[in-house]
């Protein structure tokens, strides 16, 4: 809670005079973007029967991935874009630095909240599906101010006064293009991942959890890699197909896992109540 707490002052100190100075763009952002959250919401009530994890905890996931999350990962990755420059040179770090340094420090801060939210919540953890629905949370909350920080720096950029036009296209390309694939599919893997290891509670489950964090590390890498970003030239449907080249492996991860956890883990067995 005092993670969150100062992660919070300093998401504030970093968003609200901005959204004071753009009241309309502001909202228009939070509302679209925070639109993240009812496919996964609807996810959770879609497997109710299968999950154990109380609705508190996933709203402890979805805070940490708002805030700690968001706010490590800023002063992380602009940590190590520092140390990139100074042993490769400003230019390389430029280009590799949002391939290397984001996905590394963005996945273990995410990761580092689903970990804790289990903790708290030991032994309410039935198995694989409540992780994917917590990571899926923490992923969304990220999403979620991610997304609203890039529509208010386009809006302040595009210097037209307080408009919606700058937060809808933002929207278009981040929300509805790349928002498919993006940090809730990412966090869902790690989710997965730790929730094996703590229902499983072995030496191998222990590594299973580390691989999902570096398989993550590694599509998110693929992600804002430039590869296919041009489309090969094709224009808007090359572009679209690299997209779905670059983002599809993830959400066939989180759907395998899905399937496999459906098989092999008994639906939750809940107490009759009395007549």
């Not at 952002?29 to 109380?54: E, I, Y």
């Not at 805070?63 to 400003?90: D, E, K, N, Y």
């Not at 208010?152 to 929207?171: I, L």
């Not at 498919?180 to 094996?196: D, E, M, Q, R």
Request: a positive charge; glycine letters at 10%.
């Amino acid at each position: 809670m005092l993670l969150i707490g100062a992660a919070g002052i300093l998401l504030l100190y970093n968003t609200l005079p901005v959204a004071l100075a753009y009241p309309r763009a502001g909202t228009t952002a939070l509302v679209l973007f925070s639109l993240f959250a009812v496919p996964f919401w609807l996810l959770r009530r879609r497997f109710a029967d299968r999950l154990t994890l109380p609705a508190g905890a996933l709203v402890l996931g979805l805070i940490w991935g708002a805030t700690v999350a968001v706010m490590s990962s800023i002063f992380g990755s602009r940590a190590l874009h520092g140390l990139m420059a100074t042993a490769w040179g400003p230019g390389w770090a430029e280009r590799w630095s949002p391939v290397l340094a984001a996905p590394l420090v963005e996945e273990v801060v995410k990761a580092a909240g689903v970990v804790l939210v289990v903790a708290i919540a030991w032994g309410r953890v039935h198995g694989v599906l409540d992780g994917i629905v917590l990571g899926a949370f923490c992923g969304v909350g990220f999403q979620i101010v991610e997304g609203y920080a890039f529509a208010m720096s386009s809006t302040v950029v595009n210097r037209a006064g307080d408009v919606v036009e700058p937060v809808v296209a933002v929207f278009l390309v981040r929300g509805v293009l790349a928002g498919l694939w993006s940090h809730p599919v990412f966090t869902a893997i790690v989710g997965a991942g730790v929730a094996y290891a703590a229902t499983r509670r072995t030496s191998r489950s222990v590594w299973v959890a580390a691989g999902s964090l570096v398989a993550v590390i590694v599509l998110h890498a693929v992600w804002n890699s430039p590869l296919l970003r041009d489309g090969l030239g094709l224009g808007a449907p090359g572009v679209l197909v690299g997209v779905m080249i670059k983002g599809l492996p993830a959400v066939c991860i989180v759907w395998w896992l899905v399937r496999w956890a459906k098989r092999e883990e008994a639906p939750v067995e809940r107490p009759l109540e009395p007549a």
